[in-house]
């Protein structure tokens, strides 16, 4: 069972910026696509990032232009760089594989507020 183990949020004033890590156990991280995830209280779980085997990349238009996802294979880490952060990313963030999931990490809360 592949296990995920995010990390990097914190608190972070309106503009600011994080960058979450995603560190994948097993050695088939690079035969899958990643994705990174959020939910805010109330809400369900998004898709809010995701990138290919091969580095194309996807994201979901709130974060469009403020948001770069990247991976290192060599060290089975996804990478998630949120800048312009607004109160409205603040959420607990996931990372997952979008077309064969696993087990969940504890994801990593990210709060956005002045």
């Known amino acids: 069972q592949v296990q995920l183990v995010e990390s990097g949020g914190g608190l972070v004033q309106p503009g600011g910026s994080l960058r979450l890590s995603c560190a994948a156990s097993?050695?088939?991280?690079?035969?899958?696509?990643m994705g990174w995830y959020r939910q805010a209280p109330g809400n369900e779980r998004e898709l809010v990032a995701r990138?290919?085997?091969?580095?194309?990349?996807y994201y979901v238009d709130s974060v469009k232009g403020r948001f770069i996802i990247s991976r290192d294979n060599a060290k089975n880490t996804v990478y998630l760089q949120m800048n312009s952060l607004k109160p409205e990313d603040t959420a607990v963030y996931y990372c997952?594989?979008?077309?064969?999931?696993?087990?969940w990490g504890q994801g990593t809360q990210v709060t956005v507020s002045s």
């Open positions: 990138i290919t085997t091969n580095g194309r990349t």
């Open positions: 997952n594989r979008p077309e064969a999931f696993t087990s």
């Open positions: 097993g050695s088939t991280f690079s035969s899958y696509a």
